[in-house]
């Protein structure tokens, strides 16, 4: 018989799809040109040229059954040490390959991290506004997520809730810095802050918290950030990064799960990674992939774009009056929606405007907009007159 | 707290990983072409040389965005169509696309069809002997695997075996054929009789059984082999397929789930597996890579070096007094060891001869040996002068 549980959740769908998919909708019907689109965090600039370079060298020059074939569990060796060098190099850490595990994307990376420090009934804190998929992320383990409100004036750490929320069930703090879908990147003072705290209560309770960074954004930081690498600010530390958004690979799925070698269990953590692979039958990202990304370590796309935009949003919409903390890096900004009712303000741009955002409610935050401005700058600016007349016509529903 | 489960596995050795290990570090210490490995099912024939191609071409002129961009989590649509199409065609099938979902290889593929199909503590029928790994796909469902021992003079199917674990909680039978270890390809007399027995239980039981058909060796059949297309003969079947071994790309993990149409279920189980890659993190395989095999569909590498090394291997083998059964496809053959001890007959001839094979013990079939001849040929002649030494050194071991 087909599981109840999986079928179950075929009928419930996703809002941020719901509004995508409206999107691509309208622009069937009345050109992409006139869809404005604000809904997906797609990368808009293409991979670097040398990345295509590296698979057109290697399709060219290397033994087929060399690159193609099978990757050890853990990845290829060589590519751990190039990871684990570029990370040592940018951040003074202390990595060797044997802490690294490669990955299929963040998604991947923060899935394995979850099961090697859980166990079923344990308990996960993260910190809305999130990415929805953090709860599939963590109930595919057993384990329990647990929200801290945000913190709408700074969307850094609510830390009064955050401290209710402690006990000693919880094994494991989920953070994302560069942040979806805030865009806000936690300072130095939040993570020396949520450090020490986690120290503290590890004492008290008397057993290891990790915490499992999310770093898909970290590449893309706007000038004059403070943006620390966080899991040098903390031992229990392992940091799930995706080459998506900084190469514009998001189809490609390669990202890896680093545990910082100050971590007791770093070695362990690792070898666990490669057993629960096993479970669910992802066995290891592609050779093909993996090398090619261990050859641009280093380098991004141009995300120069996201930062241009995210200028040209943050003044504009500000002076039109909507209340928005300005963005630290990635390609999101969430502002507050002019009315309370986020929902009915997104569907009144939607079909009156075509101007499509995502409601907070998607990421545990009401009264608040998404706008995924992994755009052309073109259509930011086209885009401008809509935010005003959106302004206008929600005062008309209040 | 680290997870207790997965720690423990850590420490636990498989016996294949073991004997390859060995066969690496022999191949350090005196050479590789002095070390005769049959241990690794890893393909010997490079892809065709229109994968290449088609890559290359993409790399020069798709859009980048478009090439590396998000994949739907069933798969691109033009890919799925592309392997409903192929199936149709060659097997006279009437899927769509929207039966198919992509898949990292035939792991991933069967780790989520066995998630569709159960619930914890239901179970799963295989036969032995069967690849190891089946044993972490099921286990990570919740389901419990349970093995019908082999009918080692034919290794078909043993029905009276089968017939006696066949209870209400049996909720999908897990085949393999061609199968990996013993190269023998399940005929049509057996699947038409597996499909009748099957038929009459789901009556007996009022629910469906599914059958869940493991082919990544389809494409590698020997002339003269009953080779039939097992989805053909049963509706709730669910075709889970790799590229690894038709196309040599093993590293690449790249797959899929084909649902029989006539499977009253079949959409619903498709949009099935895309919620369960949610929650393992592994949301669909990479972009650039579906798009390759769809451009090469009905290709595959030269695959003829496989039966012209068993046929010197079974020839040679059983000239020498070791017995067999007959491979009807697969790159393995799976004969008795002379001595009924596997495991001491595959040690004496690793450390006696540099001979290294797997003791069928790994594949819950003890008293044989696999051989995986997916080497050259000149290693498979080189070799033969060993398998006659093995067999005089087994009977000085009785």
Redesign the interface.
Known sequence: ???????D??TKGSIIREFAQYASKRAAEIGKENVYNFTIG??????CPEF?ET??RM??EE???T?????PTLGIMSVREAVADSLNRRFGMEYTADDIFM???A??????AI?????PGDEVITFAPYFP?YV??V??TGAVLKIVPADITSFQINFDAFLELLNPNV?AVLINSPNNPSGIVYSTETIKKLAAILEEKQKEYG??IYIISDEPYREIVFEGTDSPFISSFYDNSICCYSFSKSL???????GYVAVNPKCK?AK??V??C???S????????????QLGVAEVIDKTADLSIYEKNKNILYKELTNMGYECVEPGGTFYMFPKTPIADANAFCRMTASKLDLILVPGDSFMCPGHMRLAYCTTTEMVERALPLFEKAMKLAKEME
Chains 1, 2 share one sequence.
Do not use: W
Request: aromatic share 6%.
């Open positions: 018989m087909i599981s109840e549980k999986y079928a959740m075929t797609n990368p808009s600039v293409p991979v295509t698979l057109e399709l060219k033994n087929p059954l690159l193609h074939g099978y990757s990955t299929s994307g998604a991947g990376a923060i899935a394995h099961r090697c420090v859980t166990k998929e599939p992320y109930d595919g094994q057993h290891d514009s690979l998001p189809g490609e799925r390669i269990d362990l953590i070898l666990m490669g057993q629960i096993r479970f669910t039958g992802h066995n290891c990202p592609p050779s093909m992939i």
